[in-house]
T-cell receptor
Framework: NAGVMQNPRHLVRRRGQEARLRCSPM?????VYWYRQLPEEGLKFMVY????????ESGMPKERFSAEFPKEGPSILRIQQVVRGDSAAYFC??????????????FGQGTRLTVV | GESVGLHLPTLSVQEGDNSIINCAYS??????FIWYKQESGKGPQFIID?????DKRQGQRVTVLLNKTVKHLSLQIAATQPGDSAVYFC?????????FGTGTRLTIIP
């Protein structure tokens, strides 16, 4: 059973370009979370999605950032018109609904975005 | 700001000794907590979790203690090994959203 797969592992974009980060959850997982991490800092929640639904996007910047989790295919985090401040590691986690409501989330290896 | 914080940003422990990493949280509604280990260049790795109706849970070489009265969480690692060197995060789960603290870097002294 493959873990959470993120690609690409490293992404370099020039200022003003678009960055697309992909996350394939673990098999059987229908919940996806995106987090952002700056060097030597913790993980900041961005968005929580279920298939075809955004459940909580309270951590997403209002502009330039969007996320989707279609019925088929991976979850996509899109950053338009990237700026140097977008440089960070972006982690995806997935989980499945459990009867108790508690969900153990597993993380991918992250995508390291560098804006030059 | 973050509702989950850590008392110490760095911790150095002699190999073979026990390690204790602390975490404070502020949201009384938090009902589920997870400890993660993150090695350099990798994603966070699940270590152990605990629900709010428990005050202790043990795994292999790790124990998590939860004190809801003072909103405090700790991770104990027995017989610390070089492979335990990493940054450790506690996270609280509210409505299926994980909120992370800043992290504690654990360094093992040979």
């Amino acid at each position: 059973n493959a873990g959470v797969m993120q690609n690409p592992r490293h992404l370099v974009r020039r200022r003003g370009q678009e960055a697309r980060l992909r996350c394939s959850p673990m098999k059987g997982h229908s919940h996806v979370y995106w987090y952002r991490q700056l060097p030597e800092e913790g993980l900041k929640f961005m968005v929580y999605l279920q298939k075809e639904n955004i459940i909580d996007e309270s951590g997403m910047p209002k502009e330039r950032f969007s996320a989707e989790f279609p019925k088929e295919g991976p979850s996509i985090l899109r950053i338009q018109q990237v700026v140097r401040g977008d440089s960070a590691a972006y982690f995806c986690a997935s989980s499945r609904r459990q009867g108790s409501g508690y969900t153990e989330a597993f993380f991918g290896q992250g995508t390291r975005l560098t804006v030059v | 700001g973050e509702s989950v914080g850590l008392h110490l940003p760095t911790l150095s422990v002699q190999e073979g000794d026990n390690s204790i990493i602390n975490c404070a949280y502020s949201n009384s509604a938090s009902d589920y907590f997870i400890w993660y280990k993150q090695e350099s260049g990798k994603g966070p790795q699940f270590i152990i979790d605990i629900r709010s109706n428990m005050d202790k849970r043990q795994g292999q070489r790790v124990t998590v203690l939860l004190n809801k009265t003072v909103k405090h969480l700790s991770l104990q690692i027995a017989a610390t090994q070089p492979g335990d060197s990493a940054v450790y995060f506690c996270a609280e789960n509210i409505n299926e959203k994980l909120t992370f603290g800043t992290g504690t870097r654990l360094t093992i002294i040979p």
